[in-house]
C-alpha cells in the first residue's frame, strides 16, 4: 500500500512538473542582438523638425578623429558624409532596429579587441533623445559600430 501511494506521488509530480515546464516560453540564445523596434507611424516624421546629432570619435587609428554635427531631413552638417550617414541609420531603423540601442545586459559576445576607438552620439533623431556610447571591446560592440558606418568611421585594424 505504501509503494502504491509513493508510486502515484511520484506519478503526479512528474505531471505536474512535465506541464508546468510546457507552460514555460521556449529558452532563446542568450545572443538577442539588437533591441528591435515597433513600425513607426509616418505621421512620427512630420513636425518632429530636423534630426541633428553630434558624432565624437575618439582613437579610431585613421585619422577620423574628432567631433563633427550631423543633420538628417535634409542631410547637412560637418560629418564627412551626411548623406550616406543618414541613409544608413535609416536604413537600419526601417528594418526594426534601434540604431542607438546598446548590447543588452547578458549578451553572449565572442571574445574579440577590435581596437582603442571609442565614439559618442548624442543629440535627436526622429523625436526622441539620443546619448549613445560605442566602442570596439567584443564581438557585439564591433558588430554594433560596423552597423552604422558611416555615421562611425571605419577603424584602423
Not at 506519478?11 to 542568450?30: D, G, N
Not at 532596429?97 to 548624442?122: E, S
Amino acid at each position: 500500500m505504501l509503494l502504491r501511494r509513493l508510486s502515484h506521488r511520484v506519478l503526479v509530480t512528474s505531471a505536474v512538473s512535465v506541464a508546468a515546464l510546457a507552460a514555460l516560453p521556449t529558452a532563446s540564445h542568450a545572443d538577442t542582438g539588437p533591441r528591435q523596434l515597433p513600425p513607426r507611424p509616418f505621421s512620427a516624421l512630420d513636425g518632429a523638425g530636423p534630426d541633428r546629432l553630434t558624432v565624437t570619435v575618439t582613437d579610431s587609428g585613421n585619422g577620423n578623429d574628432g567631433t563633427h554635427d550631423l543633420r538628417c531631413g535634409p542631410a547637412g552638417g560637418s560629418h564627412p558624409d551626411p548623406g550616406a550617414a543618414c541613409a544608413q541609420l535609416d536604413r537600419v531603423e526601417n528594418g526594426g532596429i534601434d540604431p542607438f540601442a546598446p548590447v543588452p545586459a547578458g549578451t553572449n559576445c565572442t571574445m574579440q579587441y577590435g581596437g582603442d576607438a571609442t565614439a559618442r552620439i548624442t543629440g535627436t533623431w526622429h523625436g526622441r533623445p539620443v546619448d549613445a556610447s560605442y566602442k570596439l571591446t567584443d564581438g557585439c560592440e564591433i558588430a554594433r559600430w560596423h552597423r552604422i558606418e558611416p555615421v562611425l568611421p571605419a577603424t584602423a585594424p
